[in-house]
């Protein structure tokens, strides 16, 4: 890669597989790329650094906001814009893309403040609003029936005792902060102290997921970038759990003519089978074991990429309101 004449600020941190992701894009001096989840700007800040414009997407007005300077240092090579990156082929009609980058899920900087409600690692309010707008995960939490409170923790935390859980919430409800869910969780799971895994993580995961609509989201910003990119231009996701993963992988396979897939959130693919709108996707990547060594949010991460083609997007609209 050819370096930027124009310096950026550093990024506060350094973003999982942020070597194997610049390789994947394989970013040339002048081309434009979207960072679909700028969360603290890592990855902007190296395809910034590697000589591309960037159009950034986030939801959160933290993100945003943080986001500023680096949108100075850039002269005018950073927009960043305060939207979910589903909408990213309505904001950017027109543009000539040449790739796109999702790191997908919650960002360390949202899972460090406690305020924010994510992590029951430190006691907070019980929010995990991405967007800091509309009903929070308490308001879910002490509102709705116990039967759909287990079929999330079920359906997005892959927990099979949900239904127990479930009956443990509604009797302690209301809830209102983190430690309180964190506690009723471990509780009705006969959690002890010096256990390898928390039983709360995979309830927070599944109430994380429902609140933001992560999945459909996931789905909706794919079929954006599809649409989006110009014939050769790059696709790069990062996951950290085996739902997306699944849905990541899905899809490029779909969409490269490999095999049809399903979705628990999408209609059945067609029996007609449409030109391949990407190439064959290149192997997952995992993190190396220095990396996980270093970083334990690595450990879960899988990249998938894949080369658009030059057929037309097989979907009418990625992520239309």
Do not use: C, W
């Not at 960043?80 to 990213?88: E, T």
């Not at 099979?160 to 506690?183: G, N």
């Not at 471990?186 to 609140?211: N, V």
């Amino acid at each position: 890669m050819t370096p930027a004449t124009t310096p950026v600020a550093p990024s506060p941190h350094v973003p999982v597989l942020m070597d194997e992701v610049l390789d994947a894009l394989n970013i040339r001096v002048g081309e434009t790329h979207v960072d679909g989840t700028f969360g603290a700007g890592g990855y902007t800040a190296a395809m910034l650094k590697a000589g591309a414009s960037v159009h950034a997407f986030d939801q959160d007005p933290d993100a945003i906001k943080a986001g500023e300077a680096l949108v100075k240092a850039s002269g005018g090579k950073l927009h960043l814009h305060h939207d979910v990156y589903s909408q990213m082929a309505s904001v950017l009609k027109g543009e000539e893309i040449d790739g796109v980058t999702l790191d997908i899920g919650v960002s360390s900087m949202q899972l460090d403040q406690a305020g924010r409600g994510f992590s029951f690692q430190k006691d907070g309010p019980l929010d995990m609003r991405m967007a800091q707008d509309g009903p929070s995960a308490a308001d879910f939490l002490n509102t709705a029936d116990e039967s759909e409170i287990a079929d999330v923790i079920y359906q997005y935390g892959e927990e099979r005792r949900s239904r127990r859980i479930a009956a443990a919430i509604v009797r302690a409800r209301p809830l209102t902060r983190t430690s309180e869910l964190a506690q009723v969780v471990r509780k009705a799971l006969g959690y002890r102290p010096g256990d390898k895994k928390d039983p709360a993580t995979r309830t927070f995961q599944a109430i994380r997921i429902h609140i933001n609509r992560e999945l459909g989201e996931l789905e909706d910003g794919l079929a954006a970038a599809e649409r989006l990119l110009k014939p050769g231009g790059r696709l790069a996701v990062v996951t950290f759990h085996s739902l997306e993963d699944r849905i990541v992988k899905n899809f490029l396979r779909n969409r490269s003519g490999q095999q049809a897939s399903g979705s628990r959130h999408l209609p059945q693919v067609s029996e007609i089978r449409s030109a391949p709108t990407f190439h064959k996707p290149a192997k997952a990547v995992r993190p190396t074991g220095a990396e996980q060594a270093s970083n334990p949010r690595a450990r879960s991460a899988t990249l998938r990429s894949a080369v658009r083609s030059d057929a037309p997007p097989q979907t009418a609209a990625g992520g239309a309101r």
